[in-house]
């Protein structure tokens, strides 16, 4: 008898839930598109696909598709390590057409933080990664970008 009750209370208590999630999910304008770039980092994008026609290259990357933690096993440590980087973005990514990556390219504006660059810097170079980064106000040409970006190629 209790574990008939017990396991009524559990359904009941699971389809509440259900219903719940369900409804946040399903409510109308909770969710509105947003664009993928500014104006500022699309013109620069087209900038970059100007000065390396032979690559390719990828806007808003998150730095979970490019680093993990270098730790053994899906433990404490292994998922604190990976705090660290996985909801970051990286504003363009520059591959060769094995897809291998060239260098991480970020573009700075007013929202950028030195600090925070500083220490995303070190972690994308620790694993590997070239990051070139330019200020928005005074973004390189479309030579600078080849002379900068290209000599990384190997």
Known sequence: MITILITAIIAIFGFLLYVKLQGAVNEPNLYKSKLIMTDNEKEFFFRLKEALPNHNI???????????????????????????????????????????????????????????????????????YIVVRWNSKKKPTIQEITEKITPTVK
Do not use: W
């Open 58 to 128: 990828f806007t808003q990357v998150s730095l979970g598709a490019l680093l993990q933690p270098n730790i053994k096993g899906n433990n404490k440590k292994y998922y604190s390590v990976r705090g660290t980087f996985a909801q970051k973005i990286a504003d363009y990514v520059v591959c060769d057409t094995d897809m291998k990556v060239i260098a991480i390219v970020e573009l700075d504006d007013k929202t950028h933080n030195s600090d925070k660059d500083v220490k995303r810097d070190a972690m994308l170079e620790q694993a590997g």
